[in-house]
């Protein structure tokens, strides 16, 4: 059974910082994506960035020069570093692990990001 757990969300004020990691455990294929997504307030989920097992990197626009990805050493981590916060950002972030062979696809449970001052 895979689990992905996130944490880091809170309140920030508008510019500030933040540092999402999420957690996977159980057992799978090494060959994967891990990513974030977000749903702001009223909206459907969007990507926010991803990357594989090689460590190539994905961004949406919106957030790209502002927020960075990346994989722990064990690659069943990934962390998100949020910079130049706007209200916009403001959403539950959802962690994802995306298995290449099979293509089945795992959810965290989010955790939510509010941007305001």
């Known amino acids: 059974q895979v689990q992905l757990v996130e944490s880091g969300g809170g309140l920030v004020q508008p510019g500030g910082s933040l540092r999402l990691s999420c957690a996977a455990s159980?057992?799978?294929?090494?060959?994967?994506?891990m990513g974030w997504y977000r749903q702001p307030p009223g909206k459907e989920r969007e990507l926010v960035a991803t990357i594989s097992n090689y460590g190539v990197t994905n961004y949406a626009g919106p957030v790209k020069d502002r927020f960075t990805i990346s994989r722990g050493n064990a690659k069943n981590t990934v962390y998100l570093e949020m910079n130049s916060l706007k209200s916009e950002d403001t959403a539950v972030y959802y962690c994802?692990?995306?298995?290449?062979?099979?293509?089945?696809?795992?959810w965290g449970k989010g955790t939510l990001v509010t941007v305001s001052s």
């Open positions: 994802n692990l995306l298995i290449i062979v099979g293509g089945r696809n795992y």
């Open positions: 159980g057992s799978f294929f090494s060959n994967n994506i």
